[in-house]
């Protein structure tokens, strides 16, 4: 598993469209999450981050300063992290956990007055639970109920 010193956190650009929009994911994470193909538009306050090695795209999360993130905090400056995927064919090879890795610098540069993300996982995706925990996420004990069940609600202070 060795890990790109190439990998990077950027924001969306449509020179990435027909790769990211090509991204697929195993039937049991699927449930979990949403591919990007299906953020074709984003509201204001709703961000679209890819993450890339070697300026390809493997991954892609949406970073959200909109309401939505009331949800999950009562930090005004709060972000929620949602749709987190690593394509397919990319997995297994450490970019999740470097890309997560990458999220204090990123915020520090790019939101500066963000000073905690916020996302809820799964209760049935562990290995989504391990990874953020091993990052650094820590669970709030606040439990919501998502499209496939109870979801914990994790947080990472900046």
């Known amino acids: 598993?060795?890990?790109?010193?190439?990998?990077?956190?950027?924001?969306?650009?449509?020179?990435?469209?027909?790769i990211l929009n090509s991204f697929t994911l195993p039937k049991e994470q699927a449930k979990f999450t949403s591919l990007p193909i299906n953020?074709?538009?984003?509201?204001?306050?709703?961000?679209?981050?890819?993450?890339?090695?070697?300026?390809?795209?493997?991954?892609?999360?949406i970073l959200h300063s909109t309401d939505r993130v009331r949800d999950y905090s009562d930090n005004r400056q709060a972000m929620l992290l949602t749709a987190f995927s690593i394509n397919q064919a990319?997995?297994?090879k450490g970019y999740a956990k470097q890309a997560m890795l990458l999220l204090r610098q990123f915020i520090a540069e790019e939101f500066p007055s963000c000073d905690e993300i916020v996302l809820a996982v799964n209760h049935k995706n562990?290995?989504?639970?391990?990874?953020?925990?091993?990052?650094?996420?820590?669970d709030t004990g606040k439990r919501i109920i998502g499209p496939v069940g109870e979801q914990f609600v994790m947080s990472l202070v900046l």
């Open 1 to 18: 598993m060795g890990l790109s010193k190439d990998l990077e956190l950027r924001h969306y650009s449509n020179k990435h469209t027909d």
């Open 39 to 61: 953020y074709q538009e984003v509201i204001e306050g709703q961000y679209r981050i890819i993450i890339l090695v070697d300026e390809i795209p493997v991954g892609f999360f």
């Open 90 to 92: 990319n997995q297994g």
């Open 126 to 138: 562990v290995a989504a639970q391990q990874l953020y925990l091993k990052v650094g996420f820590q």
